[in-house]
């Protein structure tokens, strides 16, 4: 085994007893939550070997970044989220290799989303990202609807072609009202979850808690984790 197997191996069994020991405390069943481990800044190689160590969902936020790497590991079965701001002129790009959009903020890029996968012969996985730093009708900072934004968006998530509306995502918010709170944030994402599963049962993924918070997301019960640091390790600097 070479020393960065031993080393991603070590710290994927470090995140897995964090994981399960949160199941527990939470009463929840182990398989109810999905890893994802977030391969930005990070080389091909190293999806390589997460996919032979049993990783199997993985997430990147730059297309630039995500799609020679995605070319470069297509014969693995991996399951490819997009986690980053999305503008418009890269969705034909992250279509091409994404399963799953979780950052669907805004009725513009449903619209391209739909062109894209319909283009392509493909049906695309979205979740809504919830800004819960976000005034009434407004964005937040790191993208994302406002709470009373979630409806509308749903709806022409549903009505676009080649797309499929799969839950929602946050991320844990700079600013607002739920700034440091991070179990409050998720505890308020699982809410509109539960709004939203009341006429769409189907949409049931609920993204939620990185590497420092992922405890606060399973007791709130998000069903998908992104995990990157505490995986791959501190990112090198870019720029």
């Given at each position: 085994m070479t020393d960065r197997k031993t080393e991603l191996a070590e710290n994927l069994a470090r995140v897995e007893e964090r994981i399960s020991a949160a199941c527990d405390a939470a009463g929840r069943k182990r398989s109810e939550v999905t890893l994802i481990v977030v391969t930005k800044t990070y080389p091909a190689s190293d999806v390589r070997i997460l996919h032979e160590l049993g990783v199997r969902d993985v997430a990147e936020n730059r297309d630039q970044d995500a799609a020679p790497k995605a070319a470069a590991c297509a014969?693995?079965?991996?399951?490819?989220h997009f986690v980053g701001q999305l503008q418009t002129n890269k969705v034909r790009s992250v279509t091409s290799y994404a399963d799953v959009v979780q950052s669907v903020d805004r009725s513009k890029l449903v619209t391209a989303l739909s062109a894209a996968a319909e283009k392509a012969g493909r049906e695309l996985g979205c979740l809504l990202q919830v800004a819960l730093d976000a005034e009434s009708g407004e964005r937040g900072e790191r993208g994302g609807v406002a709470p009373d934004g979630i409806e509308e968006l749903a709806a022409a998530v549903e009505a676009a072609p080649g797309l499929r509306l799969d839950g929602l995502m946050t991320v844990a918010p700079l600013a607002g009202p739920y700034a440091g709170r991070q179990r409050a944030a998720f505890d308020r994402l699982m809410d509109l979850s539960t709004l939203l599963r009341a006429t769409r049962p189907a949409a049931n993924m609920v993204s939620a808690g990185m590497s420092a918070d992922l405890e606060?997301?399973?007791?709130?019960?998000?069903?998908?984790?992104?995990?990157?640091?505490?995986?791959?390790?501190?990112?090198?600097?870019?720029?």
């Open positions: 014969d693995l079965d991996l399951r490819w606060d997301a399973v007791a709130a019960g998000a069903t998908h984790v992104r995990i990157g640091t505490a995986v791959l390790g501190v990112r090198p600097r870019l720029g």
